[in-house]
């Protein structure tokens, strides 16, 4: 039986918006074609780590924020049976009354809690788990920040220049802001006004709160500008060049012990595949196809059995991964076409919802198909499974 997660992280998306000024939620706002809060939790699915995440929407639009959730398994990488990895609650007047929302929908068990701005939307799963490490090594608070490179000025109310500021000692905060669920409450529970800052409140109350390095790609969309740059960032990564193919090939023995988990999906009744993590062969076989087009490696070398935060991981957290590791180095995913071999389980019922979900895991179309080999090799003798995939990119 698997334990619930101990990490949460609660992602704010109550806002209007007003500053974009397109008349709609800011978190519902398209970029690239996907919503901003659809783009906000890429870096969550990421994480090898299950966690239980908390949407706070506005209450109005509690029904639509389902749409943009993505899979839902995505979330609980350890588990196999993730139905309850989201929660959907209303929010606030204010960001403190809609992170208090969060905290009160926060299931049992859970120790560490990360709350993070939609409205940063490509921030990377890197960041997510540094920010986990560090609470759990200081027991405190932690924020992720890049330093100021401007030079600040000190002014009057009337714009006269005061002082010049040293901006060595200056900060630029993002999210996620990772605390101990108890400090954060603790925090929540003595505050006497609203603030705009979850690190604020937890100093105002008392407890330590430390930096560890952001990221660039974390920048918040508030206005028309930052929408811009966030459609110019996205086109740039798209934008075609000369292609590459890579072909990925992976095979696994049958564990009648094991839950099996094939093309993202769980299969109940199945029995699994043997294997460090999940032993999914079309989402390996998928990893090993875009990596060796771009030129990264292999699944072996990237992301090795003497990972212990991999053991059981499933196929979106490879997946999730790889396309990052792609798009870091300047590559798009065009598509990629999986063929599926063995004599279980029967693949056709399922099969658009597996593409669904591998398309929507790496934002560009799947497509898995399967087939026997009339009793020829181990996949015909029941022994096993085995995927080939040929992937295009950019």
Known sequence: MTSSPSVAVIVVAAGSGTRLGLGRPKAFVEVGGRSILSRSLDGIRGMAERVAV????????????????????????????????????????????????????????????????????????????RVIAAVRESGGGVIPGLPVTDTVKGVDADGVVLETVDRSRLTAVQTPQGFPRALLEDAYARA?????????????????????????????????????????????????????????????AFDPAAELWLAGLHWPGEAGL???????????????????????????????????????????????????????????IGNVSVQLIGNRPRFAPRKAEADALLTTLLAAPVSVSATTTDG???????????????????
């Not at 929408?227 to 992976?250: F, I, Q, Y």
């Open 192 to 252: 006497a006004a609203d603030a705009t800052d979850d690190a604020g409140l937890v100093r105002d109350a008392g407890h330590p709160v430390t930096v560890v390095p952001g990221d660039a790609l974390s920048f918040k969309i508030t206005t028309a500008a930052d929408l811009e740059r966030a459609d110019d960032l996205l086109r740039r990564t798209r934008m075609p060049a000369l292609p590459r193919t890579g072909l990925g090939v992976d095979a696994h």
């Open 54 to 129: 908390v949407v706070v929407a506005p209450g109005e639009l509690l029904a639509e924020t389902a749409s943009h959730l993505g899979p839902v398994s995505a979330f609980a990488s350890a588990s196999p049976s993730a139905s309850d990895a989201v929660v959907v609650v209303a929010g606030g007047a204010t960001r403190q009354q809609s992170v208090a929302a969060g905290l009160a929908a926060l299931p049992e068990g859970v120790d560490v809690v990360l709350v993070h701005d939609a409205a940063r939307a490509f921030t990377p799963t890197s960041v997510f788990e």
């Open 376 to 394: 020829l090799g181990f996949p015909g003798r029941g022994e096993g499974l085995t995927a080939l995939a040929t992937a295009l990119i950019y």
């Open 274 to 332: 043997a294997g460090h993590s999940d032993g999914d062969v079309v989402a390996h076989a998928i990893c090993d196809a875009l990596l060796g087009a771009a030129g990264l490696g292999d699944l072996g070398s990237r992301f090795g059995t003497s990972d212990p935060s991999l053991a059981g991981a499933h196929g979106e957290v490879f997946l999730t991964r790889t396309r990052a590791l792609l798009e870091e180095a300047g590559f798009t």
